[in-house]
């Protein structure tokens, strides 16, 4: 029985072993995506500042401009871009994402305003298909390591109905990667462009840059910003660049946001095959502790079966001494 039973041990703890290997080697495949992802969002930022400002002083220049910044007072038809992952193993990453998603769209419908739901990742569409929502369009393969054709093929079918007057709002509901330590789920207003109001100083895209009434560096006196809309001559005029840029935003703010989420799933990733190694760890050391008392207990058994049948013979070999002492006795009397 104890040897039946050191032998599941044994292949509980080679198969523990064999898990070990590979939450192991993805924690530092993830350790090193992590590192790549936060070169490229780094990279990504400046730009990305750079067409905000610019978008916000051509929207503050053109003639009935107002529906591209600011929050709409109402919406008839909002649009949410929802981006997860398109594989697990990454601790509560893709729920944390789609639970608020789903949170918004029932907002959505019980204020009233129909949505159209725009899914990033394979996590993505089966979660909602399983909730029984419709999904407007569905990507996938392209979370892991983003490009920038890949926000410009999401941008396509984001941007032109908020240009046709179709859709009022826009907003992109994603993880915001702060830093390798922390990580929060963010709903932000991707079209219009939100006003400093909106935002707060800069929480859209890292953006530590405000925007207060169209002018660029709302955190500013007015007196400061006020020479900074003076550098921009407009050729063509506001209304058409408006037509140029609001695309060219859109794939920059989408660009960025797919680093950060690719950069957040890394290190979720990363924590939670860290935690499983450990885990593998303590299970294999409960594994070893329990195989050696089985051992430990076979090897008594094994020694008190020697000792029980050595003391079985002793006596036995006694009391065939006793026997053939007492016939010898006999004997002697008798003769």
């Keep these: 029985m104890a040897g039946g039973e050191e032998r599941e041990l044994r292949r509980r703890i080679r198969s523990v072993g064999a898990t070990r290997k590979i939450t192991r080697a993805m924690e530092l495949i993830a ?76 907002e959505h419908e019980r204020d009233g305003t129909t949505y159209r739901l725009v899914t990033i990742g394979r996590k993505a569409t089966s979660f909602f298909t399983f909730n029984g929502r419709e999904t407007l369009e569905s990507y996938t ?17 984001i941007v032109a109905p908020f240009l046709g007057g179709e859709v009022g ?10 830093s390798a330590g922390f990580q929060r789920v963010e709903t932000r207003q991707l079209l219009p462009l939100p006003a400093e109001d909106d935002h707060a100083g800069g929480d859209r ?21 006020a020479p900074h809309l003076a550098l921009y001559e407009f050729e063509p005029g506001p209304e058409e660049l408006l037509q140029l840029l609001v695309p060219q935003y859109a794939e920059a703010v989408l660009y960025q ?3 950060e989420a690719s950069a957040s799933e890394h290190t979720a990733r990363q924590r939670a095959m860290a935690s499983a190694t450990e885990n593998a760890d303590e299970l294999m050391t409960t594994y070893r502790r329990a195989m050696n008392r089985a051992r430990q207990e076979s090897i008594t058994t094994e020694i008190m079966e020697i000792v029980g049948g050595a003391e079985a013979l002793r006596h036995s070999r006694s ?17």
């Design 169 to 178: 709002l826009v907003e992109l509901i994603s993880t915001r990667f702060l």
């Design 205 to 225: 895209s890292g953006s530590t840059t405000g925007h207060r009434d169209g002018v660029p560096g709302g955190d500013r006196h007015d007196e400061e910003a």
């Design 31 to 106: 350790a090193s995506e992590m590192t790549r992802a936060q070169g490229r969002i780094a990279g990504s930022r400046p730009y990305v500042q750079g067409i905000e400002k610019v978008l916000a002083a051509t929207a503050g220049e053109a003639v009935g401009a107002g529906r591209f910044l600011g929050r709409p007072e109402q919406v008839d038809q909002a649009l949410l871009v929802a981006i997860v992952s398109d594989r697990g193993l990454a601790g509560g990453y893709n729920n944390n994402v789609l639970r608020t998603a789903l949170r918004h769209v029932r």
């Design 141 to 157: 393969k392209m979370t892991d390591r983003p490009t920038f054709a890949d926000a410009r093929r999401i941008a396509e079918s």
């Design 257 to 259: 946001a797919l680093l």
């Design 319 to 335: 009391s065939d001494r006793g026997r053939s002492d007492l016939g010898d006795a006999l004997e002697e009397r008798t003769a």
